[in-house]
């Protein structure tokens, strides 16, 4: 029956790195509370925008959930006594105002699904540990020689992908880590094409590619399983952490950083731009370079995760690159990822901005050279090398790298094509976005100039002088008429045929003679000529006399 068939999930459309950015509205006090109502806007859509109220200890217990990152965030203490001054509330406002935009200025905070949770709790309430388990239980029904160590929570930063302790039950001393994630808005792979390619991923056989050891895919999410890395990922070297650690406690605040020397920048660099340049050749995009996804082993440096853009996941940069029109293609995001992650290897912190347009004195000359045509504002808007370009750069050029096995990739030609559309349909999304973005900052930026200050002040000059413009050309024309008024005819073509009206009656003798009427002009120049000409013909005394009968008096 239909009550009983299986609701099949496609993918969640959610993109879960478009930043949240929010503000504090008001602040009202109900039922001896205040409440705070906080507008959110996810991205820069204009319909991504909705209102949440909360209270101070709400704010406690998001300050409490990200304190295991170490770092410490402006939270307005709290007050007991006197808590619903108006004083104090309007203080208290600001200051959580602050706090929020110190959360979110911190890219790994604001990523945090205690963040999202606060900001956004009907799409992040939803248990994903546990979701996930349901779907790694499904998957160890058809394959019983694996078994669930623990979990690792947190491990990473992204919020769908969840990790799990492994070890098959024939090598139990054998620690794996399986990782399940759902699918991302990206993914544009048909079920059995990716099924298949999922398949195909532990063939896969590079030097600087990290081996997988299964791949699966069902109709929700995909399932990949790996060998478990003791001494973790590029990052966890940088910032000397253990790989099971919380990701906020590894990377906010570490206490102390491991740079690297430009021999390993050089070494480590070659290798990661051969590897985007053999994956590319194959017609397979990577997409998701960032120091957590880069083993090292040695000498050597791995990639990691190649399955991610298959399954749709948004990449690490990508609040970052839609910004930018130039960076739409998967070989240039590759590229821009790169430069981050040279930033990072070289000073190590990652960057918290998109682009970076000054870098330490102390950078070599060298490693400033490619950051600067990568990482700059003008090279971001003009154009990015390619990953041919930086390999022909004297950073990477004069690096010789030890002999190793051919890799082997082999994808058949009907997935290559599967891929290939896949591809254009995943860039093709990112133009609207990156079109759709430049359309409202073009479009926020006009409105804020003509709601500037100085912009009103120039509107108000302008209204100004157009008005006393308007009223000196009224009162020019205004002269210009009462010179136009001409008593007589000044054209010879023109015919006055108005006869002058006829001079008064002559008054009684006892009046003196009025003065000589002066003749008025012709009804038809009209205007105010003529009625200057009227006023100034008027003659007092060729008015008639009259008696008043003064009935005021009292009757005696």
Not at 123 to 136: D, S, T
Not at 292 to 317: A, F, Q, R, S, T
Not at 357 to 365: K, L, R, T
Not at 373 to 392: F, R, Y
């Amino acid at each position: 029956m239909a009550v009983f068939e299986k609701q099949k999930v496609s993918k969640v459309t959610l993109d879960d790195t478009i930043p949240l950015s929010c503000s504090i509205d008001t602040a009202q006090n109900v039922k001896d509370h205040i409440e705070y109502a906080i507008r959110v806007q996810r991205g820069f859509a204009p319909d991504q925008s909705w209102v949440l109220i909360k209270r101070y200890s709400d704010f406690a217990l998001l300050d409490a959930n990200l304190r295991v990152s170490g770092i410490e965030l402006p939270l307005p203490p709290k007050k007991v006594f006197g808590n619903l001054d108006r004083e104090f509330v309007a203080e208290r406002k600001q200051g959580l105002q602050s706090y929020l935009n110190a959360v979110l200025a911190n890219p790994l905070l604001a990523s945090s699904v205690y963040t999202k949770k606060f900001l956004d709790e009907k799409n992040y309430v939803a248990n994903l540990q546990e979701i996930a388990l349901q779907h790694v239980s499904m998957f160890f029904r058809s394959q019983p020689q694996w078994e669930v160590i623990e979990p690792l929570p947190d491990i990473g930063w992204r919020i769908r992908k969840q990790h799990f302790l492994v070890k098959n039950k024939d090598q139990p001393k054998v620690k794996e880590v399986l990782s399940w994630c759902d699918f991302g808005p990206d993914k544009f792979l048909p079920d059995k094409d990716l099924g298949a390619i999922m398949k195909l991923l532990p063939t896969f056989q590079h030097p600087n590619i990290y081996p997988m050891i299964f791949g699966y895919s069902s109709d929700s999410g995909g399932l990949v399983i790996r060998s478990f890395v003791e001494k973790g990922t590029l990052r966890d070297h940088i910032c000397k952490a253990k790989p099971k650690g919380h990701f906020l406690k590894k990377y906010v605040f570490p206490k102390s950083l491991s740079r690297l020397q430009l021999n390993e920048i050089k070494f480590l660099g070659r290798q990661i731009l051969e590897v985007l340049k053999f994956l590319h050749e194959k017609g397979f995009p990577y997409g998701h370079l960032h120091a957590g996804n880069v083993i090292l082993d040695g000498n050597l440096c791995k990639l990691l995760d190649l399955e991610n853009w298959l399954l749709g996941l948004p990449p690490y940069y990508r609040q970052y690159f839609t910004q930018f029109k130039k960076i739409q293609s998967m070989e240039s995001i590759d590229v821009y990822s790169f430069g981050h992650l040279l930033h990072e290897m070289v000073f190590g912190v990652p960057m918290k901005d998109a682009t970076c347009d000054e870098f330490h004195p102390a950078c070599p000359a060298e490693i400033r050279s490619v950051l600067e045509s990568i990482l700059t504002s003008e090279a971001c808007k003009n154009g990015l090398p390619t990953v041919s370009d930086l390999l022909m750069h004297p950073l990477f050029s004069d690096v010789t790298l030890p002999a190793m096995d051919k890799p082997q990739v082999k994808i058949p030609s009907k997935l290559k094509e599967a891929i290939r559309t896949a591809r254009d349909i995943m860039e093709k999304r990112l133009k609207e976005e990156q079109k759709m973005i430049s359309q409202i900052r073009r479009r926020s930026k006009a409105q804020a100039y003509h709601m500037s200050e100085e912009e009103k002040k120039k509107r108000r000059r302008s209204k100004k002088t157009k008005s006393l413009a308007d009223v000196e050309e009224d009162s020019v024309g205004n002269n210009r008429n009462s010179i136009a008024s001409p008593t007589t005819p000044t054209s010879p073509t023109t015919v006055n045929n108005t006869v002058p009206p006829v001079p008064p009656p002559p008054p009684p003798a006892s009046v003196p003679p009025p003065p000589e009427p002066v003749s008025s002009p012709p009804p038809s120049s009209g205007g105010r000529g003529a009625l200057l000409s009227s006023i100034s013909g008027f003659s007092k005394g060729g008015l008639k006399k009259a008696e008043t009968a003064d009935k005021s008096k009292p009757v005696l």
